[in-house]
């Protein structure tokens, strides 16, 4: 199936708060969101972008360090946050019922994804690419026409509300 890739330039933290929120509030259905890129490419805070898009309680999201590898919000679609960095086995994706979550109704984003080992199936896959100290680039993917046109009209926020 052919693709649709988008690139969007961000210049700041800020910045990249502010295209992942616009992002998040674009989504309206069920969604597998796969984030790649360096320790610090800037996955959580694309992640916390996307959960006020989403609208997910201004504060209630968790920024401490913490060894659980899925944190559960509630929002429009409740979203769900997995980071696989600390996982020992690709296994434990089992365990940790990533699955269940991401064949529920629900936005799941997986940051270290590729610590999946193939099994995975995502709707979006977002790879972030750091230039220097706060540039950043920001690939986005998909494969099915829904999600195309997602990011077709993500793309057209040319500043970020
Ligand atoms: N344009 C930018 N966009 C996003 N983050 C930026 C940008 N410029 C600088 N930063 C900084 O980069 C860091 C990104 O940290 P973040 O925790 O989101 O990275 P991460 O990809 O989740 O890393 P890890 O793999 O360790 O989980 C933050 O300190 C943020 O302030
Ligand atoms: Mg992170």
Same mark, same amino acid.
């Given at each position: 199936?052919? $693709?649709?890739?988008?690139?969007?330039?961000? +210049? *700041?933290? =800020?910045?990249?708060?502010? /295209?992942?929120?616009?992002?998040?509030? #674009?989504?309206?259905?069920?969604?597998?969101?796969?984030?790649?890129?360096?320790?610090?490419?800037?996955?959580?805070?694309?992640?916390?972008?996307?959960?006020?898009?989403?609208?997910?309680?201004?504060?209630?999201?968790? $920024?401490?360090?913490?060894?659980?590898?899925? +944190? *559960?919000? =509630?929002?429009?679609?409740? /979203?769900?946050?997995?980071?696989?960095? #600390?996982?020992?086995?690709?296994?434990?994706?089992?365990?940790?019922?990533?699955?269940?979550?991401?064949?529920?109704?629900?936005?799941?984003?997986?940051?270290?994804?590729?610590?999946?080992?193939?099994?995975?199936?995502?709707?979006?896959?977002?790879?972030?690419?750091? +230039?220097?100290?706060?540039?950043?680039?920001?690939?986005?993917?998909?494969?099915?026409?829904?999600?195309?046109?997602?990011?077709?009209?993500?793309?057209?926020?040319?500043?970020?509300?």
């Amino acid at each position: 199936m052919e $693709t649709l890739s988008i690139t969007r330039k961000s +210049h *700041s933290p =800020e910045e990249s708060f502010r /295209l992942a929120e616009s992002l998040g509030l #674009r989504i309206q259905t069920p969604c597998r969101i796969a984030l790649y890129g360096d320790l610090g490419a800037g996955k959580t805070h694309f992640v916390q972008g996307l959960a006020s898009g989403l609208g997910v309680a201004e504060g209630s999201y968790v $920024t401490s360090p913490s060894y659980a590898l899925i +944190h *559960s919000y =509630e929002a429009r679609l409740p /979203l769900h946050h997995a980071d696989l960095y #600390r996982l020992s086995h690709s296994d434990e994706v089992f365990d940790i019922g990533l699955y269940e979550l991401m064949a529920s109704e629900a936005v799941t984003v997986v940051e270290w994804a590729e610590r999946m080992e193939g099994m995975e199936i995502f709707d979006l896959e977002i790879r972030i690419e750091i +230039h220097g100290e706060s540039e950043r680039t920001i690939r986005a993917q998909a494969s099915g026409l829904h999600f195309q046109d997602l990011l077709r009209s993500w793309q057209q926020v040319s500043h970020p509300e």
